[in-house]
């Protein structure tokens, strides 16, 4: 689900949940601080924001958070931060 009000937004956060639906990526894709107000369709957000697809394929239960534009955390399934890790690289 990609909440409507996200393109925006300088800061966004997705969140990748297990339990889906089949067919359902169990992504969510909304902003830091403010309510849902409806959804978007996939292409739409990846249009105006481009640098989210290289998050998309993490496991479920990750939780990434965008600043403008750029990644400035990755929370794995235990909550940790892993994007130092992966930015030092």
């Excluded at 739409?44 to 989210?52: G, H, N």
């Amino acid at each position: 689900m990609i909440a409507k009000n996200v393109l925006p937004q300088e800061t966004v956060y997705l969140q990748r949940s297990s339990g889906c639906d089949e067919g359902d990526s169990g992504w969510y894709i909304g902003p830091i601080n403010e309510e849902v107000s409806g959804e978007l369709e996939a292409y739409e957000l990846l249009k105006s924001k481009p640098t989210i697809i290289q998050v998309l394929a993490l496991p479920y239960n990750y939780l990434v958070v965008f600043e403008k534009g750029k990644i400035k955390a990755i929370l794995n399934e235990c909550d940790v931060d892993i994007w130092g890790d992966i930015d030092k690289k």
